[in-house]
């Protein structure tokens, strides 16, 4: 017996192709890292609510459609990059959300996404419901993987340049990724984790637990989430990264007050090249 026959050694798994497709795309990024603590508490009276009339949200809907409406006035922030010589900037006008979801392909355990369009307009509900076709841990049968399994029968080679085929062209690259990325292990003991999710800005949620904060010069008890933001610090900059945080931290911590506000106008769009 060879050593590598005795160590197990094989060519990964066909389901996973995609993941190292996009792991070689986004080899170009530049990721800085931020993240703070929200009080998670306005969030979870609201949750509570709703499900005592037999509605469930999950935390994630709330931080897509916090992230939705705050990017919605940072247009710099949801915009996308691509060339090195000579690069080009897409601003979209529609803020749309990619969210990462942990599922299973023939029995094998992947990483897939959805994209909730148009957050900045969106009401919690219609986030739910989009996130809830996704429901279910196997999604072997389900419609949306058929391009999938057409990219994993391609040869490697081939299968990585139609990858980035579908996903460099500037002008569908929102449709295809979406505008930014939410990334949650917080059904794990995870208090937070940063991710490149293949766009400008990418939220990695992990778990509420409770913590001490100081109120008022008192210790108290409050449900607090580590929301982590990762930002491709070619298109932007930490300071407006920063406010971006700041400011979903705030639609969290002011929810649903925050929710209840008029949307802001779309951002115009100014998608140069290809």
């Known amino acids: 017996m060879t050593p590598s026959s005795s160590a197990g050694i094989t060519p990964p ?86 969210l990462v979801l942990d599922r299973r392909l023939d029995g094998r355990r992947v990483v897939l996404a959805t ?70 292990l917080g059904h794990a003991p995870v208090d937070g984790f940063h991710s490149v999710g293949g766009t400008t800005v990418t939220l990695g949620v992990g778990r509420v637990l409770d913590r001490v904060v100081a109120r008022d010069g008192r210790a108290e008890i409050a449900p607090v989430l580590r929301l982590n933001l990762t930002f491709d610090h070619r298109v932007i900059d930490g300071a407006e990264a920063a406010e971006v945080l700041g400011e979903i931290r705030q639609a969290l911590e002011e929810y649903p007050a925050y929710a209840a506000q008029a949307p802001t106008a779309a951002p115009t769009a100014a998608v140069s090249g290809r």
């Open 13 to 98: 798994a066909r389901q996973r192709r995609h993941t190292l497709y996009f792991l070689d795309e986004i080899r170009s990024f530049a990721p800085v890292h931020l993240d703070t603590e929200v009080d998670m508490g306005a969030v979870l009276a609201h949750r509570a609510a709703a499900r005592a009339e037999g509605v469930r949200y999950s935390l994630v809907s709330y931080v897509l459609l916090a992230a939705g409406r705050v990017l919605a006035r940072h247009p710099e922030a949801n915009a996308a990059i691509r060339g090195r010589l000579r690069p080009r900037v897409a601003r979209y006008p529609s803020v749309d959300g990619k």
């Open 115 to 184: 994209v909730v369009p148009d957050l900045a307009h969106a009401e919690l509900a219609t986030v739910q419901a989009q996130i809830d076709l996704h429901r279910g841990e196997d999604a072997s049968g389900r419609p949306e993987v058929a391009p999938l399994r057409k990219l994993h029968r391609l040869h490697p080679l081939l299968g990585l340049l139609a990858y980035r085929a579908t996903v460099r062209p500037l002008r569908s690259r929102a449709a295809r990724i979406g505008t930014f990325a939410v990334s949650s």
